[in-house]
């Protein structure tokens, strides 16, 4: 229970993972104990678990409802895929030899080069025990959920493919290195070092855009399986307190290497990643949140303030409420929302970038004040967080209509689906319908390139490079809000970016919106 309570997320992952390692010890067992005594303790263990669910039930559920229903879940876009890509592969393997940085799904199952060793020892044991052929079983089992997006689909609640359970693979390995130095003058060496060599080559050639810090794990590998071979033959030779201490210093040096080549500039430098100590209440309450602070501001009521984007939610520390925020538990309506008017900014359900300075969200949403590093700007268009609608538009008129029009939309008309419109008629209650904004609500102008440095536009492609830009000409109604509507955009970068192109003015307050066709 209070495993459930205090992160009910990894505690899914390992009922999996505890499953697994039951169904592979017991099937050692089988014989032994009978079937009769082994369905018992599965139904004393898993009475004992749903007890434990309903001891933190309180929290537990909300939490797990909130999970089934995020937006996350719903834009699963790797469950239609039945492998994951080359990349991924390379790297699961380096993974192996060294901790990497994030890859593909939270692979990120990296031991210290002892682990490896141990693996590859213990495959190549003359000893044939129960216990060695179960974590040999054990290991490729997780082998193959790690290989296979419906693996991270499953260890996460068949929501999104993610493989946040990998620690499990990094123990198992842990475990099978310290069952093959409790057995060392079992192996066999030749074999053993022959599989040490095939590895080191296997991580030369996929290494090449690893640099020096995969060279330094090839290296250790090198010592660690010529220290394991060395400490067998001690072992042989009756010297078993100088091969403990020779294969403890060996795992102990590797443990070292990889730690200082991941969280160092000698490596991956992940540590430089964090914030710095004693800098974190200063990157959360920036300037922007400052202004907000020390600004007296009308306390009247429910309202909403415009920072700009951040993923450190700088308004959870500041107890602002804002439209920008990380959650991972963001509610699916409201990822469709964003979807739906081509919000430019939208890369990922979890993330909100607030509303781009777009004047009849910031209006529709209750947003009185926009922040920025100089100044506080009042809306006072800002709607109350509660308001009703007279007019009403089903969903598919709303999504045949373009972004910008849907936006209009909003302003006149209820969205209502099927099942709200089937209480409308139960409650006997009419209402005026549409099918669009009203005319002259959403006006195309024309747009002219008159100037370009490091970009270009040609044949429908728009070309550019870092700090590229392009001057824009055209015209305004007056009393409107301008937006640059890109229609068709995609990007052949292979580099994740929140935002690749922007839009300003001279004359505007704020960056031009723009909308995602």
């Known amino acids: 229970a209070l495993a459930f309570m205090s992160n009910y997320y990894f505690m899914y992952m390992n009922t999996i993972l505890c499953g697994i390692y039951l169904c592979v010890r017991l099937f050692g067992h089988y014989r032994e104990y009978g079937i009769r005594k082994i369905l018992l303790l599965i139904l004393k263990m898993a009475a004992a678990w749903i007890w434990g669910v309903c001891l933190g ?18 834009t699963a876009v790797e469950e239609a895929q039945n492998f994951y890509s080359i990349a991924h592969y390379r790297k699961m393997i380096l993974g192996f ?16 080069i002892g682990g490896l060793a141990g693996v590859l020892m213990l495959f190549t044991s003359k000893k044939r025990s129960r216990e060695n052929c179960q974590l040999k079983i054990g290991f490729v089992v997780l082998l193959v959920l790690l290989c296979i997006p419906f693996g991270g689909k499953m260890m996460n609640g068949f929501a999104y493919v993610t493989n946040r359970w990998s620690y499990g693979m990094a123990f198992l390995c842990a475990l099978m290195a310290a069952q093959a ?35 330094y794990a ?39 290497c990889n730690l200082i080549t991941f969280f160092t500039p000698v490596g991956y430098s992940y540590a430089a990643r964090f914030t710095k100590r004693g800098v974190s209440e200063s990157v959360l309450l920036n300037r922007a949140v400052k202004n907000v602070q020390n600004a007296k501001l009308a306390e009247d009521g429910f309202y909403r303030v415009e920072l700009p984007s951040s993923l450190y939610n700088c308004s959870l520390a500041a107890k602002i409420n804002t439209t920008e925020f990380y959650y991972s ?33 910031k209006n529709m949403l209750c947003v009185r004040y926009q922040s920025d590093k100089k100044r506080i700007t009042v809306n006072e268009d800002a709607l109350p967080v509660g308001y009703t609608y007279d007019k009403i538009m089903h969903k598919e008129d709303y999504d045949s209509l373009t972004p910008l029009e849907r936006q209009a939309a909003l302003l006149e008309y209820a969205v209502l689906d099927d099942d709200a419109e089937k209480i409308l008629e139960k409650q006997g209650k009419t209402f005026e319908r549409g099918k669009r904004p009203s005319d002259g609500a959403v006006i195309g ?73």
């Not at 309180?58 to 089934?68: M, N, Q, W």
């Not at 060294?98 to 031991?111: I, S």
């Not at 699916?332 to 979890?350: C, F, I, Q, T, W």
């Open 57 to 74: 039930a309180v929290i537990i559920l909300p939490s797990v409802y909130a999970f089934l229903h995020n937006a996350r879940v719903d």
């Open 181 to 215: 130095v409790a057995d060392l003058k079992e192996q066999n060496t030749k074999i053993f070092l022959i599989l040490g060599v095939a590895a080191g080559i296997l991580a030369a050639a996929l290494s090449a855009s690893n640099g020096k810090a995969m060279r």
């Open 329 to 361: 538990v963001i509610p699916k309506s409201m990822k469709d929302l964003y979807v739906s008017l081509g919000m430019a900014k939208y890369e990922r359900p979890n993330v909100m970038h607030g509303l781009e300075n777009r004047q009849i969200l």
């Open 445 to 517: 102008g024309n747009l002219k390139i008159t100037g370009e440095d490091r970009a270009s536009w040609k044949d429908g492609t728009l070309k550019g490079k870092k700090q590229g830009r392009m001057k824009l000409k055209f015209q305004t109604e007056e009393k409107s809000e301008t937006y640059l509507v890109l229609k068709g955009l995609s990007s052949r970068s292979k580099v994740r970016k929140k935002q690749i192109l922007s839009v300003k003015s001279k004359k505007a307050r704020f960056e031009i919106p723009m909308c995602a066709v």
């Open 97 to 112: 030899f060294q901790t990497l940085p994030m890859t593909n799904g939270w692979t990120v199952h990296g031991t210290a």
């Open 218 to 256: 090839i290296a250790a590998l090198a010592v660690t399986v010529l220290a394991f071979a060395l400490g067998a033959i001690l072992e042989r030779k009756q010297r078993k307190r100088l091969a403990g201490c020779l294969v403890s210093f060996v795992v102990f040096a590797g443990v070292c």
